[in-house]
Structure formats: C-alpha cells, structure tokens
Nanobody
Framework: QVQLVESGGGLVQAGGSLRLSCAAS????????MGWFRQAPGKEREIVEL????????YYADFAKGRFTISRDNAKNMVYLQMNSLKPEDTAVYYC??????????????WGQGTQVTVSS
C-alpha cells in the first residue's frame, strides 16, 4: 500500500521552528528518493528538499539552505523536515513526497495529503 502521512504543521511566529514528520509505508519509502514540496496560495508548487535512499545525497532549494534540514530514518519508515528561522513567506501547505528517480523537479510519484504551516509576522 502506498501511504505518506504528514504531521507537525501548525502556526508559529516568525523566527520560530517546526519539525514536520512523514510516516511512510514500506512500499513508498523503500529505495525511493524522499522529499518535501510546498505550495502557497496563488503560487506554483516548489521543491523544498530531497534526500536519497541512503541519505548521502540531498538537494536544497535556495530558500531552504541554512534554515531547513531534511532527514530520514529508513528503519522507522520516517522522513523529517526541521525548519528553523521561519519567515512569513514560508507559509504554505507542505507535502511529503516519494520519487522513484532522482530529479530536482516539482513532480513526484507519491504524495501525502499535506500539512499546513503558517508563519505569523
């Protein structure tokens, strides 16, 4: 069964932190690239970060560098996004995704339902 379930979103003040979690089914996470996308109202979907199956390769969008960190625990079938120094422009729905092949494009093979992150000024 393909399954990705996000949690950890919410309302936070600018400068604060949130940690998003994604619980994945074995079929969804095994051997796949995992990542986080986001989409704000009226804006296009964009990649936040990607991480390879072994965790040795990552991709960070420019806006995420130095502030966000992706990680994965394959033994627990979990993917995480630690977000620090949040800004109001980070407000968006964040999606956990799985990709069969490595590609820094905002397309994915599997999607979670999304979790809302709202950053107040």
């Amino acid at each position: 069964q393909v399954q990705l379930v996000e949690s950890g979103g919410g309302l936070v003040q600018a400068g604060g932190s949130l940690r998003l979690s994604c619980a994945a089914s074995v079929r969804t996470i095994r051997n796949n690239v995992m990542g986080w996308f986001r989409q704000a109202p009226g804006k296009e979907r964009e990649i936040v970060e990607l991480i390879s199956w072994g965790g040795g390769t990552t991709y960070y969008a420019d806006f995420a560098k130095g502030r966000f960190t992706i990680s994965r625990d394959n033994a627990k079938n979990m993917v995480y996004l630690q977000m620090n120094s949040l800004k109001p422009e980070d407000t968006a729905v964040y999606y956990c995704v799985a990709k069969v092949t490595w590609s820094p494009s905002p397309a994915a093979d599997y999607w979670g339902q999304g979790t809302q992150v709202t950053v107040s000024s």
